[in-house]
């Protein structure tokens, strides 16, 4: 069975630490496909290096201050999202920032795994119709 790679959006927060404690735990089930942090960018290309990734994206910064992120702030986000081949994203950002990245992750048909409650309260008919839509799922975390 081939692993599932995984897209963790938060990868610094209590959601995230859980997560990836889990692909540690189990490196013949899941890989990370990309990493996502607001600003604790030295975790972030700590925990890049350690799982093998050059995916990722720090979302605080809106300009780039600091060479070492190709991909930074809303956009980059997005773009993290859009080129990733994950076949599940975890939606671990906090508050109403968690949303427009849940709704990418369902636009671009892959398993949202959501702990970010904020989506489905602000937008939830919404993101449950584009996933039937997109014929893929919303797993909650």
């Known amino acids: 069975m081939a692993r599932k790679k995984i897209l963790l959006l938060g990868c610094t927060g209590s959601i995230g630490a859980s997560t990836l404690d889990i692909i540690r735990n189990n490196p013949d089930l899941f ?29 605080g910064i809106e300009q780039l201050r600091d060479e070492r992120f190709r ?53 939830g008919e919404l993101i449950l119709d584009l996933a039937k839509k997109k014929g893929c799922r919303i797993l909650p975390v």
């Open 31 to 59: 890989e990370v496909a990309g990493l996502s942090a607001h600003t604790q960018g030295d975790e972030l290309l700590a925990l890049a290096k350690e799982f093998g990734t050059d995916n990722i994206a720090l979302t």
């Open 71 to 123: 991909l930074y702030g809303q956009k980059g986000l997005t773009e993290l999202i859009q080129k990733s081949d994950a076949d599940i994203v975890v939606n671990g950002i906090a508050g109403a920032g968690g949303l427009l990245p849940s709704i990418e992750a369902v636009s671009s048909g892959r398993t949202l795994a959501l702990a970010n409650k904020e989506t489905i309260v602000m937008a």
